[in-house]
């Protein structure tokens, strides 16, 4: 049976790839702040990441789900500290996790990594800049190390959603989720169920061509 690490994996897109991968049949495992996780672990503190790969072990497929918004403001009312705490979850959070588990892939000849990212990683949400730009570095991130281990047996992509129906989202001021849904074509959000399906896909034997890539989930509102 393969193992699945899921980060941010208490709610929202991760609980939802959670509960996918485990009817796909992987022990899934956890990995979130909530004390109802698996372990619970701050993807920023390195140490914490770490000592919980130590004890987890070895694993097949990785999801980076972990993330917040960070603030809804115009970027020149963004304080240093906010765009940092944005950039560690978002960015340095899942580096640590990747450095922390993605050897041992290597090392076994075959994985899967999917990191989510976010249209507005290729869009740039008004409002929601150090968001936007941090989705912005987990695109590039995926499309670096995807090229970097393609011959290794590991791949790695990334899912793009536009606005999902998720408790980090329900947190966003209605005036921005307003305006986010009505770029949607399909004049709805994202269920969490649809971004598994994607996920399950790309965390399986039958995606073996596709690596260093960007899948959208956006209601056709992608652009490129």
């Not at 049949?25 to 990995?31: D, E, I, K, M, N």
């Not at 560690?88 to 899967?112: C, D, I, K, S, Y």
């Not at 790695?156 to 770029?183: C, D, G, H, K």
């Amino acid at each position: 049976m393969r193992t699945a690490l899921v980060t941010g994996g208490r709610s929202g897109l991760g609980a939802a790839c959670a509960r996918r991968l485990t009817e796909d049949g992987l022990q899934v495992v956890t990995l979130d702040v909530a004390p109802e996780a698996d372990h619970t672990v701050d993807v920023t503190d390195r140490d914490q990441v770490q000592a919980a790969a130590a004890q987890i072990g070895s694993v097949d497929v990785l999801i980076n789900s972990a993330g917040i918004v960070g603030p809804n403001q115009p970027l020149l009312d963004t304080e240093p500290q906010q765009w940092a705490q944005t950039f560690e979850v978002n960015v340095t959070g899942v580096l640590n996790v990747l450095q922390a588990f993605v050897p041992g892939m290597v090392e076994a000849g075959w994985g899967r990594v999917v990191n989510f990212a976010s249209m507005a990683g290729k869009d740039g949400n008004p409002n929601l800049s150090a968001y936007s730009a941090s989705k912005a570095a987990v695109i590039g991130l995926t499309k670096s190390l995807g090229k970097e281990l393609a011959t290794t047996g590991v791949l790695v992509n990334a899912v793009a959603p536009a606005v999902f129906e998720t408790p980090m989202n329900a947190e966003t001021s209605p005036e921005v989720l307003q305006r986010l849904t009505s770029l949607i074509p399909m004049h709805r959000l994202g269920r969490p169920e649809e971004a598994a399906a994607l996920v399950s896909w790309l965390a399986s034997e039958e995606c073996s061509f596709s690596t260093g890539s960007v899948y959208d989930l956006s209601g056709g509102r992608a652009t490129y």
